[in-house]
């Protein structure tokens, strides 16, 4: 029996740039029915398919993006963790420099729908919405870049 998939737009396909990624602070609610913020980011590959990850270096925790806010490598090949520079190729999430060498960054599950990319798998905190709202099977949620 499958339970009900929840997807949220994080953002239009278009708005991200190949070879560009994008950070994104998110309400998770957790098992217990508890909100805790949920740091992820959306990279657009230059062979034009989307991935996501939480937002978390596994060597320490801090944001790949911290210190100069950039997610890439120098030569723009990997990700990188801005504390201890540490890479992670990008279609994988896999170190392969650094202190955290065969460790992963963990995915979030990503589907691009109707030129939106949508974040799937997690159940996020939904804004109010009104009842004249027409919704269909995509909650639209406010999310607010990191």
């Given at each position: 029996?499958?339970?009900?998939?929840?997807?949220y737009?994080?953002?239009?396909?278009?708005?991200?740039?190949?070879?560009?990624?994008?950070?994104?602070t998110?309400?998770?609610?957790?098992?217990?029915?508890?909100?805790?913020?949920?740091?992820?980011?959306?990279?657009?590959?230059e062979?034009?398919?989307?991935?996501?990850?939480?937002?978390?270096?596994?060597?320490?925790?801090?944001?790949?993006?911290?210190?100069?806010?950039?997610?890439?490598?120098?030569?723009?090949?990997?990700?990188?963790?801005?504390?201890?520079?540490?890479?992670?190729?990008?279609?994988?999430?896999?170190?392969?420099?650094?202190?955290?060498?065969?460790?992963?960054?963990?995915?979030?599950?990503?589907?691009?729908?109707?030129?939106?990319?949508?974040?799937?798998?997690?159940?996020?905190?939904?804004?109010?919405?009104?009842?004249?709202?027409?919704?269909?099977?995509?909650?639209?949620?406010?999310?607010?870049?990191?």
């Open positions: 029996m499958q339970g009900d998939v929840n997807l737009v994080i953002c239009a396909l278009d708005s991200l740039e190949r070879g560009q990624a994008a950070p994104f998110l309400s998770r609610v957790t098992d217990e029915g508890e909100t805790r913020p949920f740091s992820i980011f959306v990279v657009r590959t062979n034009d398919q989307c991935v996501g990850y939480v937002n978390i270096c596994p060597h320490q925790g801090s944001w790949l993006n911290i210190g100069d806010g950039r997610f890439f490598s120098e030569d723009g090949q990997r990700l990188r963790c801005g504390r201890h520079k540490a890479e992670f190729d990008v279609e994988t999430g896999v170190c392969v420099t650094g202190p955290c060498v065969d460790k992963m960054i963990e995915p979030v599950a990503l589907v691009v729908m109707d030129g939106d990319v949508c974040l799937c798998g997690v159940k996020l905190a939904e804004e109010e919405i009104s009842d004249d709202d027409d919704l269909d099977e995509t909650m639209e949620i406010m999310i607010h870049p990191g």
